[in-house]
């Protein structure tokens, strides 16, 4: 087990920009994705109208950041340019800062040059990396540069390969050491805001996808706010044997389950009941109702 000394002093807060976040109750971030093959398609908004009303519909059930994807990271997703990339972010960004001027945005990208241009140009207060900074060497300098807080997430190879290859020498501490040299390589560019996530169903089988849950509590030992992405994954689909469009239960039992370890930020397509699983787990760990 590596020593809890070789980590950083524990994040209470996150700076956005200049709005400050504690984590004393977790919060909710809404996936709002402008791709047309999404593994959900209820997700996808493609249309002004479409974007819009996603939108509207996340923040009015109370998420406190709006995650915006433009680059499919589903299994075996088409990989597509970085110029088509921006084609469906810059369209999408417009209309949402026009209605959301000063909503908290994050944009899931692994692209430094993408990550540049939504910061420069609508304000984007959040880079989320499904790559950890290993599909483009500059994306740790571009997040430093910008002050901006930045989601690190564990994945193996790459969304066209990450699942044909799950084999590990050890599963936890393998992505323990991905984390503490990410950390440590991050930190030493200059970022001072860092989220760690990681990464259900990138990279895993499903066994590894459930004992990682089972032991979401010892990335405590990072000291910094943990995010889960569960919401409608196969790894729950599989196991109620239903699919994406009917695993909502499950996702509120697994959003449950990680935030009983640790979880700080809950990634989900269904806002209004990762609010009231939030609000049902605070009960539980305060004792009242």
Do not use: W
């Amino acid at each position: 087990m590596i020593s809890k000394d070789t980590f950083f002093s524990k994040k209470r807060t996150i700076n956005f920009r200049g709005t400050l976040f504690d984590f004393s109750t977790p919060i909710i971030m809404g996936i709002v994705n402008v791709t047309p093959d999404s593994f959900y398609s209820a997700s996808r908004t493609t249309s002004d109208t479409e974007i819009l009303k996603r939108c509207e519909k996340v923040a009015n059930e109370g998420a406190d950041i709006i995650d915006i994807g433009a680059y499919s990271s589903r299994p075996g997703a088409i990989n597509i340019s970085e110029e088509e990339e921006l084609n469906r972010l810059i369209p999408a960004l417009t209309i949402i800062r026009k209605r959301f001027p000063y909503f908290l945005l994050s944009v899931d990208t692994f692209r430094s040059g993408v990550a540049q241009k939504v910061i420069d140009e609508f304000d984007v207060q959040m880079i989320n990396d499904i790559s950890g900074g290993e599909m483009d060497d500059k994306m740790f300098t571009t997040v430093a540069r910008n002050k901006v807080p930045y989601i690190m997430m564990h994945m193996k190879g790459n969304p066209q390969t990450m699942q044909q290859n799950t084999d590990y020498k050890n599963f936890i501490k393998d992505i323990f050491q991905y984390f503490a040299t990410r950390i440590d390589l991050a930190k030493r560019e200059g970022i001072t805001d860092i989220i760690i996530d990681p990464g259900f169903g990138f990279g895993k089988s499903l066994e590894q996808n459930y004992e990682l849950l089972n032991r979401l509590d010892e990335f405590r030992i990072f000291e910094l706010p943990i995010l889960a992405g569960l919401s409608r994954k196969s790894m729950i689909s599989k196991v109620v044997e239903t699919d994406t469009n009917e695993a909502l239960a499950g996702t509120i039992a697994a959003n449950t389950l990680a935030l009983l370890g640790g979880a700080n930020i809950l990634r989900v397509h269904d806002v209004k009941e990762a609010m009231d699983t939030i609000k049902i787990v605070s009960a539980y760990k305060n004792s009242y109702i």
